[in-house]
């Protein structure tokens, strides 16, 4: 298996040369002593991971250098994972490093075994960003219309979005506020035969229940108090193309059966109408509430989720979207940042980290609503923790112990490991950097299932 390359940058031969052969056995090492060099290096070679000391020449003693370095670097390879080596007095300056775009940063004297494990952690979080865009580049994941996702939840969503849109019956969307249901609902319209009619939506719970009846089945003139002219209900108004009965768990039980009746036999009855209006239309349902629960409290009719629901799709939460976040996240950056013409390359490492750990309870709504507001308000090149305005790793933690902490954090990473490796355990023990027989007692005792 072909060794990560590992760019050390340092104007101190003898420790470039030290580093070298404690590392070769693991990576494939390249050195240089100043900016032209590591640039050089760095074209021709495309290394993952840099080390470097910001004290370069011509002026090794300050660090203007080292910056200059690390960001034409950064502009080079967007995607390196930089590491700056630093004494501990000069703390402020890899802070500074870390704000303009660094991984992390290492204290001299150098402890190689310490610093190979900073080493693979950045290497796997290198390859992690590799393998997304190199999904990125291909159709699946950006091919279903506005809907951007990587991981492997999401392509089976789009498989499952494909197969419908060749199909006409009802479909019931379900998930957690802010995943996409609605645009998973166009996206199997735009893909049907039914594409070129309209696509209308009527939000259940947005409506009073007085008025809902008229905007879903239409009246008739002088059917009531002020109705003054004759009035297409919705499911009129989609004829030959889709209605999406958006969440359909706020419909009442009388609206319930009024609607199971339309979708028997495709008749409409207007308010005050004496004779029905055949509608050709596909209904498409979106829920965020159990209704097979709602159905055993009494809240909704059992035949008609059976009606609604001869597909049912169930769209992950973003937080169980392994390695979407930070997907999303720079497509949103890219998006936001031209649309309003700000100069913002990308993410400190502290937001990267902040992103992953944050929990997302408003889901890619959420996420788009942070990250656009960030590039309005930030000030700086890449957005920081406090520009998202998510919690930091600390807050994920409070009120636990730190063994309680240490164990929550273990389970995290051995489960986004066994995700990204399809349960191999073999595959996630190397990629956590431990011994299969390490990650079966890990396993056993936090009681993480493999699959």
Not at 421 to 432: C, V
């Amino acid at each position: 298996m072909e060794k990560p390359k590992l760019l050390i940058v340092d104007d101190d031969e003898a420790i470039r040369l030290q580093l070298k052969w404690a590392l070769a056995e693991d990576f494939t090492v390249f050195l240089a002593g100043d900016r032209p060099q590591a640039l050089e290096v760095l074209k021709a070679e495309q290394p993952g991971v840099v080390t470097l000391d910001l004290g370069l020449p011509p002026h090794p003693q300050a660090v203007e250098e080292g910056f200059r370095t690390l960001s034409e670097i950064l502009q080079q390879v967007d995607a390196a994972r930089v590491i700056i080596i630093t004494g501990r007095a000069e703390k402020a300056h890899a802070l500074e490093a870390i704000g303009q775009g660094a991984y992390d940063f290492f204290y001299k004297p150098i402890q190689v075994d310490e610093l190979k494990v900073v080493l693979r952690r950045a290497f796997q979080v290198y390859r992690l960003e590799q393998e997304y865009r190199a999904l990125q580049r291909q159709s699946s994941p950006v091919a279903v219309e506005e809907i951007l996702g990587a991981s492997p939840k999401m392509q089976q969503v789009f498989a499952t979005l494909r197969k419908l849109a060749t199909t006409d019956v009802p479909v019931l969307i379900m998930g957690e506020s802010g995943t996409g249901k609605e645009l998973v609902a166009r996206a199997i319209h735009r893909q049907s035969a039914r594409k070129d009619g309209p696509f209308i939506v009527i939000n259940c719970s947005a409506i009073p229940e007085t008025l809902l009846e008229s905007e879903l089945f239409g009246y008739e003139k002088g059917a009531f108090t002020g109705a003054h002219i004759q009035q297409k209900g919705r499911l009129e108004s989609a004829q030959g193309g889709t209605l999406l009965l958006d969440e359909i768990g706020e419909l009442s039980l009388t609206l319930q059966v009024k609607l199971l009746r339309f979708l028997q036999d495709h008749q409409v009855w207007r308010i005050g109408g004496r004779q029905p209006i055949g509608v050709d239309v596909r209904v498409i349902a979106a829920t965020n509430v159990d209704l097979k629960q709602a159905g055993l409290k009494g809240s909704f009719r059992e035949d008609l989720y059976y009606r609604l629901g001869v597909v049912t799709m169930a769209l992950p939460p973003l937080r169980e979207r392994d390695g979407d976040i930070l997907f999303l996240a720079k497509a949103l950056l890219q998006r936001y940042a031209a649309e309003h013409q700000k100069r913002i390359v990308g993410f400190t490492q502290q937001a990267l980290r902040a992103l992953e750990i944050y929990r997302w309870p408003g889901n890619v709504r959420e996420l788009e609503n942070k990250i656009k507001r960030a590039v309005i308000m930030a000030e700086g090149p890449r957005l920081t923790p406090d520009d998202l305005e998510v919690a930091g790793p600390s807050d994920r933690y409070g009120g636990l112990s730190l063994r309680a902490a240490r164990e929550a954090l273990e389970r995290e990473l051995i489960q986004r490991a066994l995700a990204r490796h399809n349960g191999n355990i073999a595959r996630a023990a190397r990629d956590l950097g431990i011994s299969r027989p390490a990650l079966y007692e890990l396993l056993e005792k936090l009681g993480v299932a493999r699959a």
